[in-house]
Nanobody, 124 residues
Framework: QVQLVESGGGMVQAGGSLRLSCAVS????????MGWFRQAPGKEREFVAA????????YYADSVKGRFTISRDNAKNTVYLQMNSLTPEDTAVYYC?????????????????WGQGTQVTVSS
């Protein structure tokens, strides 16, 4: 079992910043990568960013590239998502997820554990 607990969501004005955290615990030795996904009201959940657990390779959705930064602290078993230049289109529930295998990093297949989600609201 793997447990994921997100924190750091909230409300911010457009142009502002937030940093999300995801604390990872449990049987994490088989972790291939960690990802962030988001789901806006009335929309499907979409990929935001991912980072490989061992060597830290990063991947981003085009919509957040240059504004968001994913990082991890292996000593603390924590993954972060620094979000800058936020726009109302970034409003969503953000989910942390654990991937246990290689493959298309932006697809939900292969992510086997999910956090409860944290709300991010960006006002105009």
């Amino acid at each position: 079992q793997v447990q994921l607990v997100e924190s750091g969501g909230g409300m911010v004005q457009a142009g502002g910043s937030l940093r999300l955290s995801c604390a990872v615990s449990g049987r994490i030795f088989s972790t291939y990568a960690m990802g962030w996904f988001r789901q806006a009201p009335g929309k499907e959940r979409e990929f935001v960013a991912a980072i490989s657990w061992s060597i830290g390779l990063t991947y981003y959705a085009d919509s957040v590239k240059g504004r968001f930064t994913i990082s991890r602290d292996n000593a603390k078993n924590t993954v972060y998502l620094q979000m800058n230049s936020l726009t109302p289109e970034d409003t969503a529930v953000y989910y942390c997820s654990r991937r246990d295998r290689g493959g298309p990093i932006a697809t939900e297949g292969g992510y086997d554990y999910w956090g409860q989600g944290t709300q991010v609201t960006v006002s105009s």
